[in-house]
Protein backbone atom coordinates (compact mmCIF):
# COMPACT_ATOMS: atom_id res chain seq x y z
CA UNK A 1 0.00 0.00 0.00
CA UNK A 2 1.59 3.22 -0.54
CA UNK A 3 0.78 6.91 0.46
CA UNK A 4 -2.36 7.52 -1.28
CA UNK A 5 -4.19 4.36 -1.56
CA UNK A 6 -6.38 4.81 1.70
CA UNK A 7 -9.78 5.92 1.60
CA UNK A 8 -9.91 9.12 4.08
CA UNK A 9 -13.22 8.59 4.61
CA UNK A 10 -12.95 5.61 6.24
CA UNK A 11 -9.98 6.75 8.11
CA UNK A 12 -10.48 7.65 12.47
CA UNK A 13 -7.70 10.15 14.10
CA UNK A 14 -5.79 9.01 16.37
CA UNK A 15 -3.60 11.43 17.65
CA UNK A 16 -3.09 15.08 16.83
CA UNK A 17 -0.48 17.21 17.54
CA UNK A 18 0.69 21.18 16.63
CA UNK A 19 4.43 21.41 16.41
CA UNK A 20 6.21 24.25 18.56
CA UNK A 21 6.83 27.08 16.55
CA UNK A 22 10.13 27.40 18.50
CA UNK A 23 10.88 23.66 17.00
CA UNK A 24 14.19 22.83 15.04
CA UNK A 25 13.50 20.59 12.09
CA UNK A 26 12.69 16.98 13.07
CA UNK A 27 11.62 13.41 11.59
CA UNK A 28 8.19 13.07 12.06
CA UNK A 29 9.37 9.39 13.34
CA UNK A 30 11.53 10.74 16.59
CA UNK A 31 8.34 13.86 17.07
CA UNK A 32 6.28 11.36 17.24
CA UNK A 33 8.47 8.99 19.76
CA UNK A 34 8.05 11.83 22.11
CA UNK A 35 4.66 12.72 22.33
CA UNK A 36 3.16 9.25 22.14
CA UNK A 37 3.50 6.64 24.87
CA UNK A 38 4.30 2.88 24.53
CA UNK A 39 4.87 2.97 20.77
CA UNK A 40 8.00 2.03 19.06
CA UNK A 41 9.71 3.48 15.95
CA UNK A 42 9.23 0.59 13.69
CA UNK A 43 4.91 0.92 14.05
CA UNK A 44 5.32 4.34 13.55
CA UNK A 45 7.50 3.80 10.45
CA UNK A 46 4.80 1.41 9.34
CA UNK A 47 1.83 3.75 9.63
CA UNK A 48 3.73 6.00 7.61
CA UNK A 49 4.18 3.58 5.05
CA UNK A 50 0.32 3.02 4.75
CA UNK A 51 -0.27 6.64 4.75
CA UNK A 52 -1.40 7.05 8.10
CA UNK A 53 1.07 9.98 9.31
CA UNK A 54 -0.18 13.22 7.69
CA UNK A 55 1.61 16.85 8.26
CA UNK A 56 -1.09 19.86 7.45
CA UNK A 57 -3.47 16.70 5.76
CA UNK A 58 -1.43 15.65 3.39
CA UNK A 59 0.28 12.20 4.06
CA UNK A 60 4.36 11.80 4.80
CA UNK A 61 7.26 9.48 4.82
CA UNK A 62 8.68 8.46 8.14
CA UNK A 63 11.97 10.87 7.09
CA UNK A 64 9.47 13.84 6.58
CA UNK A 65 10.98 16.62 9.19
CA UNK A 66 8.17 18.59 10.84
CA UNK A 67 8.42 22.61 11.02
CA UNK A 68 7.11 25.28 13.83
CA UNK A 69 3.56 26.03 12.89
CA UNK A 70 2.98 22.13 11.61
CA UNK A 71 -0.08 19.93 12.41
CA UNK A 72 0.42 16.58 12.86
CA UNK A 73 -2.02 13.84 12.44
CA UNK A 74 -1.97 10.13 12.50
CA UNK A 75 -4.53 7.93 11.07
CA UNK A 76 -5.94 4.39 11.25
CA UNK A 77 -9.04 2.98 9.46
CA UNK A 78 -10.43 1.94 13.04
CA UNK A 79 -11.60 3.48 15.96
CA UNK A 80 -9.02 4.50 18.46
CA UNK A 81 -9.48 1.77 21.19
CA UNK A 82 -10.10 3.77 23.84
CA UNK A 83 -13.63 4.78 22.49
CA UNK A 84 -13.94 1.15 22.33
CA UNK A 85 -14.78 0.63 26.62
CA UNK A 86 -15.73 -2.28 27.23
CA UNK A 87 -17.19 -3.41 30.77
CA UNK A 88 -14.88 -5.74 32.43
CA UNK A 89 -15.22 -8.06 35.94
CA UNK A 90 -12.92 -5.71 38.26
CA UNK A 91 -12.35 -5.35 42.23
CA UNK A 92 -12.90 -1.68 43.06
CA UNK A 93 -12.36 -0.22 46.56
CA UNK A 94 -15.42 1.64 46.98
CA UNK A 95 -15.19 4.29 49.91
CA UNK A 96 -18.51 5.89 49.32
CA UNK A 97 -21.43 5.42 47.07
CA UNK A 98 -24.77 7.12 47.06
CA UNK A 99 -27.21 7.76 43.77
CA UNK A 100 -25.04 10.78 42.73
CA UNK A 101 -21.56 9.92 43.14
CA UNK A 102 -18.94 7.51 43.85
CA UNK A 103 -15.58 7.64 45.87
CA UNK A 104 -13.20 4.84 44.84
CA UNK A 105 -9.09 4.62 46.31
CA UNK A 106 -7.64 3.73 43.13
CA UNK A 107 -4.64 1.37 43.90
CA UNK A 108 -1.22 2.27 42.34
CA UNK A 109 -0.27 0.75 38.59
CA UNK A 110 -3.81 0.97 37.86
CA UNK A 111 -4.00 3.06 34.53
CA UNK A 112 -7.55 5.63 35.54
CA UNK A 113 -8.75 5.37 31.46
CA UNK A 114 -8.00 3.33 28.36
CA UNK A 115 -5.71 5.61 25.80
CA UNK A 116 -2.56 4.53 23.58
CA UNK A 117 -1.12 1.14 25.34
CA UNK A 118 -3.87 0.85 27.98
CA UNK A 119 -7.24 -0.14 26.42
CA UNK A 120 -8.21 -2.29 29.05
CA UNK A 121 -7.89 -3.46 32.44
CA UNK A 122 -8.30 0.21 33.27
CA UNK A 123 -10.44 2.14 36.70
CA UNK A 124 -12.85 2.74 33.53
CA UNK A 125 -13.75 -0.74 32.13
CA UNK A 126 -14.51 -1.80 36.01
CA UNK A 127 -16.53 0.74 36.58
CA UNK A 128 -18.56 0.38 33.66
CA UNK A 129 -18.98 -3.59 34.74
CA UNK A 130 -20.47 -2.15 37.99
CA UNK A 131 -22.29 0.79 36.66
CA UNK A 132 -24.06 0.05 33.46
CA UNK A 133 -24.17 3.78 32.50
CA UNK A 134 -22.38 6.84 33.65
CA UNK A 135 -22.25 10.13 32.53
CA UNK A 136 -19.59 11.39 29.86
CA UNK A 137 -17.20 14.62 30.65
CA UNK A 138 -16.09 17.18 27.83
CA UNK A 139 -13.81 14.50 27.03
CA UNK A 140 -15.90 11.77 26.74
CA UNK A 141 -14.87 9.78 29.44
CA UNK A 142 -17.62 8.31 31.46
CA UNK A 143 -17.73 9.30 35.57
CA UNK A 144 -14.57 10.96 35.38
CA UNK A 145 -14.97 14.34 37.06
CA UNK A 146 -10.50 14.15 37.39
CA UNK A 147 -8.19 11.80 37.29
CA UNK A 148 -4.32 10.66 39.00
CA UNK A 149 -1.70 9.13 36.90
CA UNK A 150 -1.09 5.52 36.71
CA UNK A 151 1.45 4.94 39.78
CA UNK A 152 -0.47 7.50 41.78
CA UNK A 153 -2.55 5.60 44.47
CA UNK A 154 -5.71 7.47 46.31
CA UNK A 155 -9.20 8.57 46.28
CA UNK A 156 -11.42 9.16 43.05
CA UNK A 157 -14.88 10.85 42.46
CA UNK A 158 -16.70 9.68 40.14
CA UNK A 159 -20.40 11.28 39.05
CA UNK A 160 -23.03 8.90 38.29
CA UNK A 161 -25.47 11.84 37.01
CA UNK A 162 -25.48 14.37 34.29
CA UNK A 163 -26.09 16.88 36.95
CA UNK A 164 -23.75 15.64 39.52
CA UNK A 165 -20.86 15.69 36.53
CA UNK A 166 -22.10 19.26 36.26
CA UNK A 167 -21.61 20.39 39.47
CA UNK A 168 -18.53 18.51 40.62
CA UNK A 169 -16.36 19.54 37.58
CA UNK A 170 -17.27 22.78 38.08
CA UNK A 171 -16.22 22.31 41.23
CA UNK A 172 -12.78 21.60 39.87
CA UNK A 173 -12.45 24.16 37.71
CA UNK A 174 -13.32 26.78 40.49
CA UNK A 175 -10.77 25.10 42.48
CA UNK A 176 -13.60 24.99 45.01
CA UNK A 177 -12.16 21.37 45.91
CA UNK A 178 -9.93 19.86 48.30
CA UNK A 179 -7.32 17.48 47.78
CA UNK A 180 -4.42 16.62 49.60
CA UNK A 181 -1.54 14.16 49.17
CA UNK A 182 1.31 12.43 50.98
CA UNK A 183 4.78 12.69 48.69
CA UNK A 184 8.22 10.53 49.81
CA UNK A 185 10.70 13.32 48.13
CA UNK A 186 14.58 13.27 47.61
CA UNK A 187 16.48 15.48 49.93
CA UNK A 188 15.92 17.79 52.81
CA UNK A 189 13.99 20.66 52.27
CA UNK A 190 14.56 24.08 54.14
CA UNK A 191 11.24 25.08 55.21
CA UNK A 192 8.98 23.54 56.94
CA UNK A 193 6.20 24.25 54.66
CA UNK A 194 5.83 27.06 52.14
CA UNK A 195 4.15 27.62 48.26
CA UNK A 196 5.22 26.44 45.24
CA UNK A 197 4.03 28.56 41.73
CA UNK A 198 4.57 28.16 38.16
CA UNK A 199 3.04 27.73 35.16
CA UNK A 200 2.83 24.17 33.48
CA UNK A 201 3.17 23.22 30.18
CA UNK A 202 3.95 20.39 28.29
CA UNK A 203 7.68 20.35 27.98
CA UNK A 204 8.98 20.81 24.49
CA UNK A 205 11.88 18.50 24.60
CA UNK A 206 9.87 15.40 25.94
CA UNK A 207 5.85 15.72 25.67
CA UNK A 208 5.65 12.73 28.14
CA UNK A 209 7.10 15.29 30.35
CA UNK A 210 5.55 18.59 31.47
CA UNK A 211 7.40 21.62 32.83
CA UNK A 212 7.27 24.63 34.70
CA UNK A 213 7.67 27.78 32.82
CA UNK A 214 9.11 31.35 33.75
CA UNK A 215 6.73 32.57 30.33
CA UNK A 216 3.26 31.94 31.78
CA UNK A 217 2.04 31.61 28.31
CA UNK A 218 3.66 28.63 27.56
CA UNK A 219 1.66 27.02 30.60
CA UNK A 220 -1.01 27.45 33.03
CA UNK A 221 -0.93 28.65 36.11
CA UNK A 222 -0.28 25.85 38.90
CA UNK A 223 0.39 26.41 42.58
CA UNK A 224 1.00 23.94 45.00
CA UNK A 225 1.45 24.24 49.24
CA UNK A 226 3.22 21.68 50.98
CA UNK A 227 3.82 20.86 54.27
CA UNK A 228 7.04 18.76 55.82
CA UNK A 229 5.13 15.46 57.80
CA UNK A 230 8.67 13.80 58.57
CA UNK A 231 12.74 13.91 57.87
CA UNK A 232 14.65 11.23 56.74
CA UNK A 233 18.11 12.99 56.02
CA UNK A 234 18.34 11.98 52.29
CA UNK A 235 14.31 11.75 51.60
CA UNK A 236 11.56 13.64 53.37
CA UNK A 237 7.96 12.43 53.61
CA UNK A 238 5.40 15.79 52.74
CA UNK A 239 1.86 16.84 52.67
CA UNK A 240 0.74 18.33 49.72
CA UNK A 241 -2.44 20.98 48.73
CA UNK A 242 -3.14 21.88 45.62
CA UNK A 243 -4.71 24.89 44.89
CA UNK A 244 -4.76 23.67 40.95
CA UNK A 245 -4.80 20.93 39.40
CA UNK A 246 -2.50 20.35 36.39
CA UNK A 247 -1.23 17.60 34.48
CA UNK A 248 1.45 15.98 36.71
CA UNK A 249 1.50 18.94 39.00
CA UNK A 250 2.91 18.27 42.32
CA UNK A 251 5.47 15.97 40.08
CA UNK A 252 6.41 18.77 38.28
CA UNK A 253 6.60 21.33 40.73
CA UNK A 254 9.07 19.24 42.79
CA UNK A 255 11.36 18.30 40.32
CA UNK A 256 11.48 22.16 39.63
CA UNK A 257 11.97 23.06 43.16
CA UNK A 258 14.47 20.12 43.40
CA UNK A 259 13.00 17.55 45.41
CA UNK A 260 12.08 15.02 42.79
CA UNK A 261 9.60 12.45 43.95
CA UNK A 262 10.84 9.15 44.90
CA UNK A 263 11.31 6.52 42.29
CA UNK A 264 9.30 9.02 39.69
CA UNK A 265 10.71 7.31 36.53
CA UNK A 266 9.52 10.19 34.37
CA UNK A 267 11.45 12.86 36.24
CA UNK A 268 14.41 10.78 37.32
CA UNK A 269 13.58 9.94 40.83
CA UNK A 270 14.44 6.23 39.84
CA UNK A 271 18.03 7.27 40.44
CA UNK A 272 20.12 7.89 43.83
CA UNK A 273 19.66 11.68 43.53
CA UNK A 274 21.07 12.02 47.30
CA UNK A 275 23.10 10.12 50.13
CA UNK A 276 26.63 8.63 50.22
CA UNK A 277 28.49 6.61 48.03
CA UNK A 278 28.68 3.45 49.81
CA UNK A 279 27.43 0.56 48.08
CA UNK A 280 25.60 -0.59 51.32
CA UNK A 281 23.70 2.51 50.60
CA UNK A 282 23.07 1.87 47.32
CA UNK A 283 21.79 -1.32 48.14
CA UNK A 284 19.10 0.19 50.86
CA UNK A 285 17.90 2.70 48.15
CA UNK A 286 17.33 -0.03 45.47
CA UNK A 287 15.61 -2.30 47.45
CA UNK A 288 13.22 0.49 48.19
CA UNK A 289 12.79 0.71 44.91
CA UNK A 290 11.89 -2.85 44.63
CA UNK A 291 9.47 -3.06 47.02
CA UNK A 292 7.94 0.68 46.20
CA UNK A 293 8.19 0.09 42.09
CA UNK A 294 6.28 3.63 40.99
CA UNK A 295 6.37 7.17 42.26
CA UNK A 296 5.88 7.43 45.64
CA UNK A 297 3.14 9.39 45.45
CA UNK A 298 -0.72 8.87 47.35
CA UNK A 299 -4.12 10.96 46.94
CA UNK A 300 -4.77 11.06 50.65
CA UNK A 301 -7.70 12.74 51.42
CA UNK A 302 -10.63 14.60 49.04
CA UNK A 303 -13.15 16.98 49.99
CA UNK A 304 -15.95 19.03 47.92
CA UNK A 305 -19.80 19.78 48.37
CA UNK A 306 -22.13 17.27 47.57
CA UNK A 307 -23.99 17.96 44.25
CA UNK A 308 -27.41 17.47 45.67
CA UNK A 309 -27.30 17.96 49.96
CA UNK A 310 -24.64 21.03 49.21
CA UNK A 311 -22.88 19.42 52.44
CA UNK A 312 -19.59 19.63 52.61
CA UNK A 313 -18.19 15.74 53.12
CA UNK A 314 -14.28 14.90 53.16
CA UNK A 315 -12.52 10.88 52.51
CA UNK A 316 -9.52 9.89 53.77
CA UNK A 317 -7.58 7.07 52.50
CA UNK A 318 -4.66 5.11 54.45
CA UNK A 319 -1.46 4.71 52.62
CA UNK A 320 -0.40 1.64 50.29
CA UNK A 321 1.24 -1.03 52.09
CA UNK A 322 4.58 -0.50 49.69
CA UNK A 323 4.74 2.83 49.93
CA UNK A 324 4.09 2.69 54.11
CA UNK A 325 6.82 -0.59 54.06
CA UNK A 326 9.72 1.93 52.62
CA UNK A 327 8.27 5.22 54.65
CA UNK A 328 9.42 2.58 57.43
CA UNK A 329 12.71 1.88 56.09
CA UNK A 330 13.78 5.29 55.87
CA UNK A 331 12.27 6.11 59.17
CA UNK A 332 14.21 3.14 60.54
CA UNK A 333 17.66 4.31 58.36
CA UNK A 334 17.37 7.92 60.04
CA UNK A 335 17.28 6.24 63.64
CA UNK A 336 20.14 4.04 63.02
CA UNK A 337 21.65 6.94 61.48
CA UNK A 338 21.81 9.12 64.42
CA UNK A 339 22.39 5.99 66.72
CA UNK A 340 26.08 5.95 64.31
Given amino acids: ?92 DIVY ?73 KQFYEKKSKRKYIALVWGDLKSDEGKIEGSIGRNPKNRLQMKVFEDDSKGKTAITHYKVLERFGYVTLIECKLETGRTHQIRTHMKFFGHTIFNDERYGGNKILKGTTFSKYKKFVENCFLIMSRQGLHAKS ?12 EFNSPIPDDMKSVIDKWRNYAIHKKMN
Fill in 97 to 169: EDDDLIVVNKPPNIVVHPGHGNYSGTLINGLLYHFKKLPKNSNNRPGLVHRIDKDTSGLLVIAKTEQAMIDLS
Fill in 302 to 313: LGFIHPTSKKSI
Fill in 1 to 92: MNLYDIDSEKLHEHFSFKVDLGQNPLRVDKFLMLRVENVTRNKIQKAALNGSIRVNNLPVKSSYKVKGGEEVKVFFNRPPHENLLIPEKMDI
